[in-house]
């Protein structure tokens, strides 16, 4: 478990989402509700956004935030496939208009294409795979570093102490927090880092470039206090996994660890990044899979 994961982060977190396929990563359900779990034992609002109305009630209630006065939390019932341009934009952008800030942006949002060679698999199917994985991300990533960059003050929680510190190790540390604009979590997968014999090939092209415009804003926004890092996920057992995956058990044999990841693996890692644990790390691509891609 990473360390950070049950520390105070503070601030807003966004986390974004839509199931209309195998893959299933909003805010609703598995990797997407146990981020937000996360995020929630943290200390921030929420921002949680998916196709499913009922799913993201069921994670509204598991965070208790509709319990807690002090914590408000926003839902958003959208399907990034058939938003209208702008339209995703528009939520992110009201983000601070009505918290005062964003600090922390999950991206999540996934479909796949058909289970044939690329070279088969229809050119209108393809194209909409890359909307959603991937020109629907470059979209989210632009409008959630506008929003991180509107004028907010410092969170006082993610200033590090401890009585074992000295005041020049505080300082350094605090002077490094202090620099912080916000972190962007997208999630690829160990498709966006490898190619696999059998998967959808314009998911794994998707993936690739979603990988790639991680990096590309980790290094023109860095200076500005944005990290963007990506998780790469394996296997993670989640309801969809052994529902749409008929015979997935065959493939726990390619996985050294021995076992299929759990929601929190993935969830405790995207804490990890938002942290200042993380503070250097930039434009990673990070696996999570029990070595099965190695």
């Not at 088969?120 to 393809?126: S, V, Y």
């Not at 296997?235 to 065959?250: A, H």
């Amino acid at each position: 478990m990473a360390a950070s994961t049950f520390r105070k982060l503070g601030g807003v977190a966004l986390i974004t989402g839509t199931i209309q396929s195998l893959i299933s990563l909003g805010a609703g359900s598995g990797m997407g509700r146990a981020c937000a779990l996360n995020f929630a034992r943290a200390g921030c609002k929420l921002v949680l956004t998916d196709v499913n109305e009922a799913g993201l009630d069921q994670t509204i209630k598991e965070t208790r935030a509709d319990k807690d006065k002090d914590r408000d939390v926003v839902k958003a019932v959208i399907d990034i496939k058939n938003l209208k341009v702008g339209a995703l934009e528009e939520l992110i952008e009201s983000i601070p208009r009505k918290f005062g800030r964003l600090d922390y942006a999950v991206n999540a949002a996934a479909i796949l294409g058909r289970f044939n060679p690329l070279g088969d698999e229809p050119l209108d199917r393809i194209e909409e795979v890359l909307a959603v994985n991937l020109t629907a991300q470059i979209a989210a990533n632009r409008a959630q570093i506008k929003a991180m960059l509107h004028p907010k003050e410092p969170l006082s929680v993610r200033l590090p102490s401890h009585p074992s510190m000295d005041k020049e190790e505080k300082d350094r540390r605090n002077a490094k927090a202090k620099t912080f604009k916000g972190s962007i979590v997208n999630f690829a997968s160990v498709c966006g880092l490898k190619s696999f014999p059998g998967v959808v090939g314009s998911y794994t092209v998707s993936k690739h470039g979603l990988v790639g415009l991680t990096r590309a804003l980790a290094t023109q926004y860095a200076h500005l206090g944005i990290r963007t890092n990506a998780v790469c996920p394996g296997y993670i057992s989640t309801p969809l996994l052994w529902n749409d995956l008929p015979g997935v058990e065959s493939q726990m044999q390619f996985i050294p660890q021995g076992r299929f990841g759990e929601v929190e693996d993935v969830a405790d890692v995207v804490s990890f990044l938002c942290s200042e644990e993380a503070a250097y790390i930039n434009g990673s691509a990070l696996v999570v899979d029990g070595a099965l891609s190695i």
